[in-house]
C-alpha cells in the first residue's frame, strides 16, 4: 500500500539553525500540507500547497517558514533560523483531492531545538 | 483560529458503544474530520462529514449537524485496540483546517 514517507524521523538542531525536513508524498496525489505537534498538544496546521503554490497557510506560518516541491516527489518544509519553541513533531500529509480529500499523514519528523 | 472543543479524556469498557461530541464554530465551514491517533504515531484518517446526517463506517460512524455547529463520533463494539485519541478536525475556506485537542480514549476490559 502507498504511504507518505518522511526524513529524518528525528532532527536535533541548534537554535538559530536551519533545518530543512523532506517529505515524499504518495504519488498520484496532488495536494500537500504540513502540520506540527507540539509534545502532548493539539495537531496544528501550517499549510497547504497545491500546483506548485501555497494554497493556504496558518498564523504559524510566518517568514521562518518556506515549502518547496523541487522536483516530482519530495516536498520540503524549510525553518530558516531556528527557535526553541519550534521543537515538536512535524507531519506532512498528501491527498488526492482538496478539501474533501481523505489525508494520509507520514509518520512525522521530530524536530529537537536545543 | 476556529475554536473546535472535545471532551479531554473518556472511558469506556470493552464491547460497549462510545460517542465523542465535537463542537465548532460555523462561520467559514466546509466540513470536518474525524482522525485516529495512538500515541506516538501519526493520524488516521476516518472519516470525513460535509453534509447533514449519519455517515457508517463499519464500527465506526460519524454525525455532522452544520447548523448547530456540532458533530459525533460514534465507536461500536469498542475493543481494547481503540484506546487512541480522537481528532476532530474542521476544514475552512476550502483548505485552511483546525485540530481540537484531541479526546484520549481508554478502553477497558
Known amino acids: 500500500e502507498p504511504e507518505v514517507t518522511q526524513t529524518p524521523s528525528h532532527q536535533v538542531t541548534q537554535m538559530g539553525q536551519e533545518v530543512i525536513l523532506r517529505c515524499v508524498p504518495i504519488s498520484n496525489h496532488l495536494y500537500f500540507y504540513w502540520y506540527r505537534q507540539i509534545l502532548g498538544q493539539k495537531v496544528e496546521f501550517l499549510v497547504s500547497?497545491?500546483?506548485?503554490?501555497?494554497?493556504?497557510k496558518s498564523e504559524i506560518f510566518d517568514d521562518q517558514f518556506s515549502v518547496e516541491r523541487p522536483d516530482g516527489s519530495n516536498f520540503t518544509l524549510k525553518i530558516r533560523s531556528t527557535k526553541l519553541e519550534d521543537s515538536a513533531m512535524y507531519f506532512c500529509?498528501?491527498?488526492?483531492?482538496?478539501?474533501?480529500?481523505?489525508?494520509?499523514f507520514g509518520p512525522g519528523t521530530r524536530l529537537t531545538v536545543t | 483560529g476556529q475554536n473546535i472543543d472535545q471532551p479531554t479524556e473518556m472511558t469506556a469498557t470493552e464491547g460497549a458503544i462510545v460517542q465523542i461530541n465535537c463542537t465548532y464554530q460555523t462561520s467559514g465551514f466546509n466540513g470536518l474530520f474525524w482522525y485516529q491517533q495512538h500515541a506516538g504515531e501519526a493520524p488516521t484518517f476516518l472519516s470525513y462529514?460535509?453534509?447533514?446526517g449519519l455517515e457508517e463506517k463499519g464500527r465506526f460512524s460519524s454525525f455532522l449537524s452544520r447548523s448547530k455547529g456540532y458533530s459525533y463520533l460514534l465507536l461500536k463494539e469498542l475493543q481494547m485496540k481503540d484506546s487512541a485519541s480522537y481528532l476532530c478536525?474542521?476544514?475552512?475556506?476550502?483548505?485552511?483546517?483546525?485540530f481540537g485537542s484531541g479526546t484520549k480514549l481508554n478502553v477497558k476490559p
Open positions: 500547497f497545491y500546483n506548485n503554490e501555497i494554497s493556504e
Open positions: 500529509a498528501s491527498a488526492i483531492s482538496g478539501q474533501q480529500g481523505e489525508q494520509y
Open positions: 478536525a474542521g476544514v475552512y475556506n476550502f483548505n485552511k483546517f483546525y
Open positions: 462529514n460535509v453534509l447533514d
